[in-house]
């Protein structure tokens, strides 16, 4: 807050008759001509004296918060609060606490709303509020002093006191969160209106400014630009109180009852084109080796096989590990594979094994019943689960561990386990 030793009264009896002015006028132009009466009773109630008065009644009827409950439930009648965060938070989550100056929301009376408009008042950058909760007396003089004056200032002050322990209520959001074995806490998250309120205007901004505006225009024009422009695309839109958010709080009604979400979705995965492997005898060669999900972790597998000269629990873990993640990848591969348009491996240039074939191109069995019937007689799953070990092997086998019969056979066995997971899954086809 700036110094406040500089402001007069007279400077905020001026802000104020100004209000108060621009306030009376529209409603004296829409009296029919002649109907004094009325025309009498506006100007009194718009007199200072009388019209702050009325506002210091009114004002125990609205509170100024951050977080509001009524997003929740319009119905709901529990506190909204004022809180700028926790601050222990940090930079990296963004919250409330991530702001510099929540602007601040109010709720409560609808009709009590102007209250607030004239509490935001500035004069030489000092708000009426700033005023009343530090005892400016510029401002009492401003009110006329006295004890009702004090009064009024008062008032005005207490716009932020909740006046009872806060409470949260039967149509507000909360959560049960488990603290010990029979324990919970009671959660009541709250709709943070500030934080919206400022990412609002800023996708406003970043979307109708001027400068966003000329930005996109010499973009269509094909023409340089001093400066970018920021996209959001993908935005929804949630509505709060209907034909009527002022019900809601002074900064829903501010955003005409909207607020903007961001999409918070999985990734789009734009995966290359993948083709039937029609040109090979078996995947299980060079064509598989074209796979980097694959082929990474199979040369990981070489390379720690390569370099450990003994055996323990944590080798054959890590061994084991290496292989189940071949194996994760292998099956990946095939059910896209199996997405793919079905018949494919009936092609006369299809030069695919058997076995193969029956495993990566199931939809053909609905098509041919030559085929489905030579599949169900066939044991193609063994054929896979031997094809896909003596592949492994013969990717392992080097000089330094050369995959001969009886190391072969002893790989098998130490592949066991993650073999059977081939096994299972191939077998719930």
């Known amino acids: 807050m700036e110094t406040t030793q500089s402001i007069t009264a007279k400077d905020i009896r001026e802000t104020i008759h100004s209000f108060l002015q621009e306030r009376l006028q529209p409603k004296l132009d829409r009296l029919k001509e002649g109907d004094e009466e009325k025309r009498r009773k506006l100007m009194e109630e718009h007199e200072p004296q009388h019209w702050i008065a009325d506002a210091a009644r009114r004002v125990s009827q609205i509170r100024r918060v951050t977080h509001a409950i009524k997003y929740s439930h319009p119905d709901a009648k529990g506190s909204s609060l004022y809180n700028t965060g926790n601050q222990a938070a940090g930079e990296d989550l963004v919250g409330t606490h991530s702001l510099i100056a929540p602007a601040a929301d109010v709720v409560g009376n609808a009709a009590a709303l102007d209250v607030y408009k004239f509490l935001r008042l500035e004069v030489d ?21 006295g004890d009702n004056a004090r009064n009024w200032m008062e008032d005005f002050a207490g716009i932020d006191d909740l006046g009872s322990t806060p409470v949260s209520h039967k149509l507000a959001k909360q959560t049960y969160w488990p603290v010990d ?37 010499a973009r269509n024009k094909n023409e340089p630009c001093a400066h970018g422009y920021r996209e959001y695309p993908n935005l929804a839109i949630i509505k709060f109180g209907g034909t009527k958010p002022q019900n809601i709080s002074q900064l829903n009604s501010e955003r005409h009852g909207e607020a903007w979400l961001l999409p918070s979705l999985p990734p789009q995965w734009t995966s290359r084109g993948l083709k039937p492997p029609c040109h090979v005898e078996t995947i299980f060669g060079r064509w598989i080796l074209g796979f980097r999900a694959i082929r990474q972790p199979l040369f990981i597998l070489r390379g720690f096989l390569k370099k450990t000269s003994h055996n323990n629990l944590g080798i054959r873990n890590k061994r084991a590990e290496l292989t189940r993640q071949i194996i994760d990848e292998l099956l990946m591969l095939a059910i896209r594979i199996q997405q793919l348009p079905s018949g494919w491996s009936a092609d006369p240039e299809c030069r695919l094994s058997r076995a193969e074939q029956f495993w990566l191109d199931p939809g053909r069995a609905g098509e041919d019943e030559d085929f489905a019937a030579a599949r169900a007689a066939a044991d193609w799953r063994e054929d896979i689960t031997d094809s896909f ?39 719930h086809d």
């Open 181 to 217: 074995d029979d324990s919970y806490h009671l959660l009541a998250p709250l709709f943070p209106s500030s934080l919206v309120q400022y990412q609002y205007e800023r996708i406003h901004h970043d979307r109708f400014s001027d400068e966003a505006r000329a930005a996109r225009e």
């Open 389 to 427: 070990s003596r592949w492994l092997n013969k990717q392992l086998d080097s000089d330094k561990t050369p995959m001969a019969d009886a190391e072969r056979e002893h790989w098998r066995m130490e592949l066991d386990d993650e073999l059977r997971l081939l096994r299972e899954e191939l077998h």
């Open 125 to 145: 950058g000092t708000t009426l509020l700033e005023l009343a909760q530090s005892g400016s007396d510029a401002l009492l003089d401003a009110f006329g002093g």
